[in-house]
């Protein structure tokens, strides 16, 4: 079982729709919660990061964490063409280094 | 402000020779990573380094990968023998801190080996 999973689509929505992503993990350690964009022939690019539980919002991006289930969600409103890339999800325990475990990535298509 | 530079863009080797890549920072940046993305996974970390001290290398194949940071600056990665399954974007990343949660990433070196 890897350390982290996610699905890797394809998603494809059209142009306005609520998209949302999502990782489940197993090391109830992790403490810190990433979303990375990566474009084809890309390096990743960070959206966000969250610590511990809750919630936080960054425009259209909106990030959730629940270390109860062990899973966290990405939520992007009113999504654009623009918004098709890979959307990674990493996660992070002080007791390892702070070293981040990627998920796999999943492919999002916005549709116009 | 500048970012991640790295190079070359692309490498085609074949297998048994040896490759070397190359990066250079954000100014400033003393945290410096390597990942390795292969095809449809997420990016894993090779090596960090704090300034040109090694941090973690705990996932370096170390019988054929080799890093060195040089005055805490540029970087290199160097492979020697490659594989088949070294095929992969090795992307170099840095940060301010060492925590790793604010990295910055280049665009990433494309390596593959016939």
Partial sequence: QKEVEQDPGPLSVPEGAIVSLNCTYSNSAFQYFMWYRQYSRKGPELLMYTYSSGNKEDGRFTAQVDKSSKYISLFIRDSQPSDSATYLCAMSALEYGNKLVFGAGTILRVKS | ????????????????????????????????????????????????????????????????????????????????????????VYLCASSLVRTGREAFFGQGTRLTVV
Wanted: aromatic share 10%; hydrophobic share 35%; net charge positive.
């Fill in chain 2, 1 to 88: 402000e500048a970012g991640v530079a790295q190079s070359p863009r692309y490498k085609i080797i074949e297998k048994r020779q040896s490759v070397a890549f190359w990066c250079n920072p954000i100014s400033g940046h003393a945290t410096l990573y390597w990942y390795q993305q292969i095809l449809g996974q997420g990016p894993k970390l090779l090596i960090q380094f704090q300034n040109n001290g090694v941090v973690d290398d705990s996932q370096l194949p170390k019988d054929r990968f080799s890093a060195e940071r040089l005055k805490g600056v540029d970087s290199t990665l160097k492979i020697q023998p490659a594989k088949l399954e070294d095929s992969a």
